[in-house]
Nanobody, 122 residues
């Protein structure tokens, strides 16, 4: 089970941190990721991180602005979002897949949390 939190309404240039708490199996068993879906668009990959956390993967659109991290002791993954832009406005989803490779397709992930809204005003 995945429970995301931390969304909200911010202005362009602001920062926001999303959290996703996972329950269930050992964190060493799975990769965690964030996806997002803007109105009228398909769900897209944002970032993913393996259990070790030493090889995060990012979408080009967020590189240098977003940072994914995880706290395995607390089964939680974070998405620190800096320099937010209006085009970052979307519903953000936390996802998990069993394995050790940080893949980027929605169908790679079997477990999904409920989405949370992030709105960036200009």
């Amino acid at each position: 089970q995945l429970q995301a939190s931390g969304g909200g309404l911010v202005q362009a240039g602001d920062s926001l941190r999303l959290s996703c708490a996972a329950s269930g199996r050992s964190p060493s068993d799975y990769v965690m990721a964030w996806f997002r879906q803007a109105p009228g668009k398909e769900r897209e990959f944002v970032a993913a991180i393996t259990w070790s956390g030493n090889v995060p993967v990012y979408a080009d659109s967020v590189k240098g602005r977003f940072t994914i991290s995880r706290d395995n002791a607390n089964n939680t993954v974070y998405l620190q979002m800096n320099s937010l832009k209006p085009e970052d406005t979307a519903v953000y989803y936390c996802a998990a897949r069993y394995g050790s490779v940080a893949l980027t397709r929605t169908w790679n992930y079997a477990y999904w949390g409920l989405g949370i809204q992030v709105t960036v005003s200009s």
